[in-house]
T-cell receptor
């Protein structure tokens, strides 16, 4: 298996429950944020993004919440499924490049 | 859907070799990026390019160079491979717009330098 998530914090969730994955970002000037999902052996996959003029954005089974006051971003996954097992990480925009978090491993328990 | 294709999933090379990693995207994106991903360190930017023949250093360019002769192709070159360059290498592309456009990634090349 891949070793990219070797030292990551892990969130274990029962199948069917909701998952909440958190991310603290570093730059108060960042105005665009993305959540990525990375499955074992694959590259990061875009899930959802949000701009700083919004507090909340919903996709299919996913919701991103942005709290600019405390520089906090969260990803909520509804009715978590086995296929949601992966490493999730956030990204914030910097000058000409993104700043990526190191990620959280989500384990879905049957 | 955006497709970013990296030419090799796994590659094993020897110390001192010149190594080429190739990346092609099919969405006419202006921006292309090379990252390496190591346990506990997240994604670190090596080089990026915002146009053909243009390149900019990222956070860790030492020991690497890049080439962008065509818009759809961005190559990463390890001039003289060393064991500390053993890593997962990820290519990404995005539309023009600085860092206000999502980056789309390939599936990576796991490079081992012996």
């Amino acid at each position: 298996g891949e070793s990219v998530g070797l030292h990551l914090p892990t969130l274990s969730v029962q199948e069917g429950d909701n998952s909440i994955i958190n991310c603290a970002y570093s730059n108060s000037a960042s105005d665009y944020f993305i959540w990525y999902k990375q499955e074992s052996g694959k590259g990061p996959q875009f899930i959802i993004d949000i701009r700083s003029n919004m507090d909340k954005r919903q996709g299919q089974r996913v919701t991103v919440l942005l709290n600019k006051t405390v520089k906090h971003l969260s990803l909520q996954i509804a009715a978590t499924q086995p296929g949601d097992s992966a490493v999730y990480f956030c990204a914030e925009n910097g000058v000409y490049k993104y700043i990526f978090g190191t990620g959280t491993r989500l384990k879905v328990l049957a | 859907d955006v497709k970013v294709t990296q030419s090799s999933r796994y590659l094993v090379k020897r110390t001192g070799e010149k190594v080429f990693l190739e990346c092609v995207q099919d969405m006419d994106h202006e921006n292309m990026f090379w990252y390496r991903q190591d346990p506990g360190l997240g994604l670190r930017l090596i080089y990026f390019s915002y146009d053909v023949k243009m390149k900019e250093k990222g956070d860790i360019p030492e020991g690497y160079s890049v080439s962008r002769e065509k818009k759809e192709r961005f190559s990463l070159i390890l001039e003289s491979a060393s064991t500390n360059q053993t890593s997962m290498y990820l290519c990404a592309s995005s539309l023009q717009g600085g860092s206000n456009q999502p980056q789309h990634f390939g599936d990576g090349t796991r490079l081992s330098i012996l």
